[in-house]
């Protein structure tokens, strides 16, 4: 392992008054591998084994060891997302701050898309996800992983928070992972490591300030804020949850914890937060804390100019029928795309792109060229897709053929529309046209190298 940084030796007794020597070694020690399940796509077996199940989040496991997530259809298909196992506690902090009521959720830093997928999986279908990444790098792997995870209830945003701060007490629950330093991640990347300095320690610091004091009007009075970080330093961690509490009207929240789960719980100036630590846990360094907005006055309505979604008239609404299982939702066109959405929604969403660029909004139908409509790849990898549809199950080697767009030899029937599969969970789209097949897979989403 690289050397670690001298003033960051220096500085583990402020995080860590006790068992540095098992913490310095544990930072030599390879990292863990972990995974989260996707509740919405079970398969007929666990896609690795071993897997030990992460104690605080019943849909994680941990795997022995790392093996090539690329060359496994299922990964493409959304089946399970890689995850920090640490960061999955978010499971335990979000079950005790909601409830059933519908939600308007933003993930201000999502990119790229584990605490996003997560909170899908958690959320009721009634809620809304705004995931948001500035950077459109970033922002097209955000999209293309909530694409996979199938959910049909978030929309992608590529802005600033001082754009989304303009949305004046609009959402019930932000998580801010911010922007941080990196100490938590020095096992895992030794970039990490060589980029550490006590300046940008301090620099993220005033960063995450920044950022909080931008996004925090956003927030409705009694909703919740969770801030996290991947680092160990007070700076970034204790000192920012202290500011908040003294500077903005928010009050810290209690998360129940178990003890066999050797969480460590920090609880200073009536503030609580959560330390997660490689030598006495399976996982990474992390820190999460929650806090509560006060006041009693609900949001008011938010105004809207023009409600941006078209809803499809009756004959245009069967006509999309028979691409999906019936659903509460209904069908809605914007620009010559088609959508399946909660109508609520739409309203909450045309209002957000007053202030935010909306990158994809979930889940997109499909759409016209000229007469023909296309089926889009997010219904391809949606458990909504009608049992009507045509479909082709694919052996692992013609899925991973598939995925990367290479050519491969199939039997196909009829000259239609067909829905790869791989052990039953959707893929992408084929269209036979007699002599030969197109593979609509993205090009952007391909598999660019196989090892196997």
């Known amino acids: 392992m690289t050397s670690l940084p001298t003033q960051f030796l220096k ?42 199940a992460v104690p605080w989040c019943p849909n994680g496991y941990y795997l022995s060891q790392r093996p090539s997530f690329t060359e496994n259809p299922l990964f493409w298909a959304g089946a399970f997302y890689v995850q920090e196992a640490s960061s999955m506690f ?4 979000f079950k005790h701050i909601t409830t059933d009521k519908p939600l308007k959720i933003l993930d201000l830093s999502a990119a790229p898309g584990g605490k996003s997928t997560h ?63 990196g100490e938590g991640m020095f096992r895992k990347d030794k970039e990490a490591i060589n980029e550490w300095s006590e300046e940008n320690v301090l620099f993220c610091a005033k960063r995450q300030k920044d950022i909080l004091t931008a996004i925090l009007p956003a927030l409705a009075p009694t909703g919740y804020l969770i801030y996290s970080t991947c680092t160990f330093n007070r700076q970034e961690n204790e000192e920012n949850l202290h500011w908040l509490c003294k500077n903005f009207d928010l009050q810290s929240v209690k998360i129940p914890i178990s003890e066999n789960w050797n969480i460590t719980e920090i609880q200073e100036k009536g503030n609580y937060a959560y330390r997660f630590f490689p030598h006495i846990l399976k ?85 016209l060229k000229g007469k023909d409509f ?20 694919l052996s692992e080697k013609e899925a991973l053929q598939f995925l990367s767009k290479q050519d491969f030899q199939i039997s196909l029937n009829e000259k239609s529309w067909y829905l790869a599969r791989y052990q039953n969970l959707g893929l992408g789209w084929l269209k036979n046209l ?16 196989l090892f196997s």
């Open 374 to 393: 296309i089926p889009s790849s997010e219904l391809a990898l949606s458990p909504n897709v009608s049992k009507e549809v045509k479909s082709l199950e």
């Open 11 to 52: 500085d583990i007794p402020n995080f860590l008054p006790e068992n540095q020597e098992l913490f310095l070694q544990s930072l030599s020690q390879l990292p863990i591998t972990s995974l989260r399940l996707n509740p919405l796509k079970k398969t007929l077996r666990l896609p690795y084994s071993p897997m030990c």
């Open 119 to 181: 909170l899908l999986s958690l959320m009721n279908s009634q809620s809304l996800l705004v995931s948001n990444e500035i950077i459109k790098n970033r922002a097209d792997i955000l999209a293309e992983n909530l694409a996979r995870w199938g959910y049909t209830n978030y929309v992608v945003t590529q802005s600033s928070p001082e754009s989304l701060g303009k949305l004046k007490d609009f959402f019930d629950v932000i998580l801010v992972d911010a922007p941080c330093s």
């Open 283 to 367: 996982g990474e360094g992390f820190f999460i804390s929650c806090m509560q907005k006060k006041g009693k006055n609900p949001p008011k309505p938010q105004k809207i100019h023009k409600n941006i979604f078209q809803r499809l008239n009756s004959k245009e609404q069967s006509e999309f029928q028979r691409w999906v299982l019936p659903t509460h939702q209904e069908f809605f066109s914007y620009q010559n795309q088609f959508f399946l959405l909660n109508p609520e929604h739409t309203t909450w969403i045309s209002y957000l792109a007053q202030f935010a660029y909306i990158r994809q909004t979930a889940l997109k139908i499909g759409e």
């Open 434 to 449: 007699g002599s030969r097949f197109n593979n609509y897979y993205p090009s952007e989403w391909r598999i660019r190298r």
């Open 90 to 93: 978010l499971e335990q902090i």
